[in-house]
């Protein structure tokens, strides 16, 4: 019996050994594990009555930190892009303004043209950089963990709970809470591994207070293609 329960506990502590801090790395890990990737994705979003509007989007990420995101179509939305050139410095551009904005403070809590994620939730990945990080269960496969904003973080959400993959260490849903409670989940689908990396092949982001949600879908997707950090430039957002 002694033995038999040696054998389980050495079963099950190799799961539980793990910290907070290094499960969110392996999450951070996966989703920067190409030096860059670009990527079309199909973004519908549905308001609280069912009513639906699908457009197209270009993505280009360099790093951990640098990103472009370009509306491709329709016409009517054509050219509208949104650019992070590190987590202090993003920028939105509307060809209608002909002009670059920076998105600073408050703005960056905003949500990117109509969507469902702020300009916060679609330029940021590096969890660990604004939350302290427990590893609170471990259930049917998912660590759960609870995130909380540390003394420096630059976030307007005062808690996240994300449920995590433990085999591909790939978030499969985020609860974001505002000081008024939970505010919006997050849930990913079509997990497949790409060219030897482990994607997201979609995102459902929903407001759980208006019913309004956003769905974002890959098309295609290209990995380690050489982009240089001169790409992400306010230049190549106004192209």
Known sequence: MRKLLTILLLAIVPVLALSGEQV????????????????????TVTDSGGTSQTS?????????????IKY????????IGFLVISSDEMYFYSPSRADVRRIAGHARYENFHNTDFTYQDMGNYSYSEDYDVEL?????????????????????????KMWV???????????????????????????????????????LMTDLNTGHKTTISISSIDYDSGLSSSFFSQRELQR
């Open 56 to 68: 197209t989007l270009k993505i280009w990420t360099r790093g951990d930190e640098q990103r472009m």
């Open 136 to 160: 609170i269960d471990t259930v049917d496969g998912q660590y759960i963990l609870e995130l909380t904003p540390n003394a420096g973080a630059d976030t307007d959400y005062t808690k996240l």
């Open 72 to 79: 491709t179509a329709p016409s009517s939305v054509a050219g």
């Open 165 to 203: 993959d433990t085999d591909t260490n790939v978030f499969r849903r985020v609860d974001f809470y505002t000081s008024a409670g939970l505010a919006k989940r997050m849930t990913t689908g079509g997990i497949a591994v790409r060219d030897g990396y482990t994607s997201i092949g979609a995102l």
């Open 24 to 43: 969110i790395d392996k999450v951070e890990d996966v989703l920067t594990a190409a030096s860059d990737m670009t990527a079309v994705y199909t973004i």
